[in-house]
T-cell receptor, first 116, second 115 residues
Framework: DTGVSQDPRHKITKRGQNVTFRCDPI?????LYWYRQTLGQGPEFLTY????????KSRLLSDRFSAERPKGSFSTLEIQRTEQGDSAMYLCASSFLGPAASYGYTFGSGTRLTVV | KQEVTQIPAALSVPEGENLVLNCSFT??????LQWFRQDPGKGLTSLLLIQSSQREQTSGRLNASLDKSSGRSTLYIAASQPGDSATYLCAVVGGAGGGADGLTFGKGTHLIIQP
């Protein structure tokens, strides 16, 4: 297991189309996070899973966004009816939460979404 | 709500200099703090993780310190090289409104090392 994998690396889509991104975390990690990063800003938290349960969603995650993590393995992030404001880098991270809090996060390379 | 501020926003120095990047956070009730590096158009690479009970961590030419009570961390880069050019991001876990164990990031320091 070489790290967190994200697919695709780049996605260009027309406004109004649906897109889906995939994240494969480090297999030993039980937590998976999605972040969004726009130009010149730090990443912003979207949602996270512990195993297969989605435990928290940011208010940034509008009704057009949905995330799943079936069987506690890979995760998908779907954006429906994309808007130009959705253009950003979508980052996935995983971590292992032990009894003494997090042991640090490992990020994937991200998916760059451009909505035209 | 936890807020993270990084100073300076940008920094350009000649090769070989030692430099310090600063990070401050508003809520000191953190679990840990992590420094990341981001190259243009790429994901984040973890540099150093400091648990709340620790004062500093070192990796090669990098040294990060944490003063939890004052809400500050510094990243010290010794003998800078052109390959160190990147954006450096500071992030904390914990504090009000940060999302359970989610990271709250600063906007980063864009570093350029001139050959």
């Amino acid at each position: 297991d070489t790290g967190v994998s994200q697919d695709p690396r780049h996605k260009i889509t027309k406004r109004g189309q649906n897109v889906t991104f995939r994240c494969d975390p480090i297999s030993e990690h039980n937590r998976l996070y999605w972040y969004r990063q726009t130009l010149g800003q730090g990443p912003e938290f979207l949602t996270y899973f512990q195993n297969e349960a989605q435990l928290e969603k940011s208010r940034l995650l509008s009704d057009r966004f949905s995330a799943e993590r079936p069987k506690g393995s890979f995760s998908t992030l779907e954006i429906q009816r994309t808007e130009q404001g959705d253009s950003a880098m979508y980052l996935c991270a995983s971590s292992f939460l032990g009894p003494a809090a997090s042991y640090g996060y490992t990020f994937g390379s991200g998916t760059r979404l451009t909505v035209v | 709500k936890q807020e993270v501020t990084q100073i300076p926003a940008a920094l350009s120095v000649p090769e070989g200099e030692n430099l310090v990047l600063n990070c401050s956070f508003t809520d000191s009730a953190i679990y840990n703090l992590q420094w990341f590096r981001q190259d243009p158009g790429k994901g984040l690479t973890s540099l150093l993780l400091i648990q709340s009970s620790q004062r500093e961590q070192t990796s090669g030419r990098l040294n990060a310190s944490l003063d939890k009570s004052s809400g500050r961390s510094t990243l010290y880069i010794a003998a800078s090289q052109p390959g160190d050019s990147a954006t450096y991001l500071c992030a904390v876990v914990g504090g009000a409104g940060g999302g359970a164990d989610g990271l709250t990031f600063g906007k980063g320091t864009h570093l350029i090392i001139q050959p």
